[in-house]
């Protein structure tokens, strides 16, 4: 699935019925290759994740989680700045370690069984997300690759 | 694999950290050895409009990539005060900028003032190749007003002149594309020469 068809699908307590919020980021862990929580808007004034681990069904209409006590307050500084969309990935630019730029960063593809990142898109260049190597505030950084688009031919 | 490009392309460059993906800083001028040619390390600016400079230096030998688009350090960590190389090339040139000198010949003929330098990244490091030269005796008979003349191993340098070997103004370019080769040929014939 790729992040913006889920983007703003409720999020939904399975215990109450209540729509907890929309979703509207993910925190994605690097080095595991995974989206681990999602950040639910809407509602409430203060930012609210909910972990990967606590969802229950991750549907076509509705992300569904354990009950309301699944949301929570960002954990960490990174949570904290994905909730406040300092690490937003859509546009960001896409660049590899060798300090080339390779596009925007327009789609993420993720298995919504698992979590796990299978691709960053930018346009039409698909990089799979093996070659992730962080997310930071000015840029998704990826390892350098053989077929990376060739550099621009000098003026 | 190598690339070329201009230094003040490379001027205004993001400095992006691996480890967290950040632009911690951004290339202010490109520091070369006259001596040996190479580039020895940046000085930097800190990111944003009003971009001021910074205290801090980033050395070669801390850089982890220089593409076409951002210079790469491992961390923030990187930038710091300058390495040995910086510090020995800063000693022999003072303040001497070779951008605006005078390009004059081992024969006397003078083919005009420094532009820009074209430096070449690859396996090996960076190092300068050639330089954008503007003047009436480069332009003679041909369309660009600005040529790429190529550099041999060391360069000599001061206040107001480059010197290089009269041989270097038949390997003129008008353009990047096929200056390389047009180096390397260059090369061949100084060493031949002597």
Known sequence: MRLSEADGRPVVSRASAETLGALKHVVIDVPARRIVALHVAGGKRHARLVDWASITGFGPDGIVVEDDAAARPPADDRESAVAAGRLDLDGRLLLSDAGDALGAVTDVVFDEGTGAVTAVEAGELSVDAARLRAIGPYCVLVRAAPDDPPAPAPA | ?194
């Not at chain 2, 660009?144 to 070997?165: C, K, N, Y």
């Open chain 2, 1 to 194: 694999m190598s690339v070329l490009m201009r230094a003040r392309e490379i001027s205004g460059r993001p400095v992006v950290t691996l480890d967290a993906a950040e632009d911690v800083a951004e290339v202010k001028d490109v520091l070369f050895s006259y001596a040996s040619t190479r580039v020895v390390g940046f000085t930097l600016n800190r990111r944003g409009f009003l971009g001021s400079p910074m205290k801090e230096r980033l050395p070669w030998s801390r850089v982890a990539a220089l593409g076409r688009d951002a210079v790469m350090i491992e961390r923030r960590a990187e930038l710091g005060p300058a390495d040995d190389a910086m510090e020995e090339a800063a000693a022999a040139s003072g303040d001497r900028d070779v951008i605006g000198a005078t390009v004059m010949t081992d024969g006397g003929t003078s083919l005009g003032t420094v532009e820009d330098v074209i430096v070449q990244v690859g396996g090996e490091g960076a190092r300068v190749v050639g330089f954008e030269v503007h003047g009436p005796r480069v332009e003679r008979g041909r369309a660009a007003a600005t040529l790429l003349l190529p550099v041999a191993d060391t360069l000599a340098v001061s206040g107001e002149t480059l010197m290089v070997p009269a041989a270097a103004e038949e390997f003129v370019r008008d353009d990047l594309s096929g200056f390389g080769s047009a180096i390397e040929e260059f090369r061949r014939r100084l060493a031949e020469g002597r």
